[in-house]
């Protein structure tokens, strides 16, 4: 079956650096997306890893390991504003643009 | 260089009745998806298509229907609409169909089922 998991909810203060979690079990693997998403808003492009390694774009950091079927999103210095919902999808293997998304960790950072 | 349009971005419709979606991807991207949000169920995939092809089609009852035209824009219809129905629909744009790079979503169109 297909199955992505992450935490439901993470709590961090404004400054600090926090790491959400992504693990997946899926029968293809072309990729992994993160996507940050605001409440009534629809999701953000934050990442994208096919490779294994980390990319660094800015204050976001992204992390894959295929063999681990393992990522995760690193958030530094935060700010009020990254306080949201984080999705990790997975592009399904075939050839096809098929996303499967995990149900999202909502991220609340305090000052 | 514009991103990913959807129209309507708000309607509300009673049962029974069908409802239309508009998607616009970015121009050059010939790859578009439809996902639908609901807080129950998540971010679930509808269907893809490519140069007017449906390609890859998710678990969804054959009341949702789309097609893709010869500029990439995509339609999707819900017919019969039910309760349930009830989400935020949105569409991805892809720059090719080879099913590499990133993958970018519109604001999304929030139908209401009454």
């Known amino acids: 079956g297909q199955n992505i998991d992450q935490p439901t909810e993470m709590t961090a203060t404004e400054g600090a650096i926090v790491q959400i979690n992504c693990t997946y079990q899926?029968?293809?693997?072309?990729?992994l997306f993160w996507y940050q998403q605001h409440a009534g808003e629809a999701p953000t492009f934050l990442s994208y890893?096919?490779?294994?390694g980390l990319e660094e774009k800015g204050r976001f950091s992204s992390f894959l390991s295929r063999s681990k079927g393992y990522s995760y999103l690193l958030l530094k210095e935060l700010q009020m504003k990254d306080s949201a919902s984080y999705l990790c999808a997975v592009r399904d293997g075939g050839g096809y643009n098929k996303l499967i998304f995990g149900a999202g960790t909502r991220l609340a950072v305090h000052p | 260089k514009a991103g990913v349009t959807q129209t309507p971005r708000y309607l509300i419709k009673t049962r029974g009745q069908q409802v239309t979606l508009s998607c616009s991807p970015i121009s050059g991207h010939r790859s578009v998806s439809w996902y639908q949000q609901t807080p129950g169920q998540g971010l679930q995939f509808l269907f893809e298509?490519?140069?007017?092809?449906?390609?890859n089609k998710g678990n969804f009852p054959g009341r949702f229907s789309g097609r893709q035209f010869s500029n990439s824009r995509s339609e999707m219809n819900v017919s019969t609409l039910e309760l349930g129905d009830s989400a935020l629909y949105l569409c991805?744009?892809?720059?090719?169909?080879?099913?590499?790079?990133?993958?970018?979503f519109g604001e999304g169109s929030r139908l209401t089922v009454l």
């Open positions: 899926t029968s293809g693997f072309n990729g």
């Open positions: 890893n096919v490779l294994d």
């Open positions: 991805a744009s892809s720059l090719d169909g080879r099913a590499a790079g990133e993958l970018f």
């Open positions: 298509y490519f140069s007017e092809t449906q390609r």
